[in-house]
Nanobody
Framework: QLQASGGGFVQAGDSLRLDCSAS????????MGWFRQAPGKEREFVAL???????YYTDSVKGRFTISRDNAKKTVYLQTNSLKPEDTAVYYC??????????????????WGQGTQLTVSS
């Protein structure tokens, strides 16, 4: 139901946009976002877009990453700027039909994209 795209191989300081389209009826009340998993590390929360406009970011990407959504296209975007080697990971988009206070928790999301690899070289 979720199709992620846009990963690639970039240099430190570069920018890249990740896209995730959802095959759902509507995004009107949905929360959509991104997690990532770096080699040898646990998967972690990156960013989330809540219906109504609220956005949430993990501290390490604040000021560099921007999440946005187009409800008409049923797509969420993650604009990544000033990329660092430590941003290297597989990025997974997630979808939840309604809001939850446990939005940082993996288990809150039952719909996951297939993952897209982002590699940042120094």
């Amino acid at each position: 139901q979720l199709q992620a795209s846009g990963g690639g191989f970039v240099q430190a300081g570069d920018s890249l946009r990740l896209d995730c389209s959802a095959s759902v009826e509507t995004l009107s009340n949905a929360a959509m976002g991104w997690f990532r998993q770096a080699p040898g590390k646990e998967r972690e929360f990156v960013a989330l877009s809540r219906s109504g406009g609220m956005k949430y970011y993990t501290d390490s990407v604040k000021g560099r990453f921007t999440i946005s959504r187009d409800n008409a296209k049923k797509t969420v975007y993650l604009q990544t700027n000033s990329l660092k080697p430590e941003d290297t990971a597989v990025y997974y988009c997630v979808y939840r039909a309604s809001w939850t206070v446990a939005w940082r928790t993996e288990s809150s999301y039952h719909h996951w994209g297939q993952g897209t690899q982002l590699t940042v070289s120094s």
